[in-house]
């Protein structure tokens, strides 16, 4: 009887000594199973064919400076709570816009300046009288 217990103790001790199951990998890394396909590139003239991805122009470092600085004194100045909202979730077009026309168009550094120092949109608007005109196509 002795053995019996012996032998039952040992066989419970085995079946709690597997090992734990592997982890799946999760849906972000998991790799499609089978086998590697060659991807042409696509062609231009079909229509649904991915667009190419553009980079956006480089921008100068003093360019963006400003260009954050205007769009946050336009969020500050909203007094419409819609308004503010509305410029909140166009921050980064305004960002992009503003720093790549200050770059484009080589905005004197006095006019940088001024748009540095500029708390509400009337100042803004001083600095920005002897900017060029924005263009059509922008728009």
């Keep these: 009887m002795r053995t ?6 040992v066989l419970l001790a085995a079946c709690e000594l597997v090992p734990p199951p592997k982890p799946q990998p999760s849906s972000q890394t998991a790799a499609v199973p089978g086998p590697t396909v060659p ?3 696509p062609n231009p003239a079909d229509p649904a064919a991915p667009s190419p991805v553009i980079a956006p122009p480089p921008v100068n470092a003093a360019c963006s400076a400003i260009a954050v600085h205007v769009a946050a004194t336009l969020i500050a100045n909203a007094t419409d709570p819609a308004a503010r909202a509305s410029l909140e979730q166009e921050r980064t077009r305004i960002v992009r816009r503003t720093a790549e026309a200050c770059t484009n168009d080589k905005w004197s550094e006095a006019s940088i300046s001024c748009f540095a120092k500029a708390t509400t949109v009337d100042e803004m608007q001083i600095c920005g009288k002897d900017l060029a005109a924005p263009r059509e196509d922008d728009a």
Excluded: D, K, S
């Design 4 to 9: 019996f217990l012996v032998v039952t103790a």
């Design 39 to 41: 991807v042409a590139p």
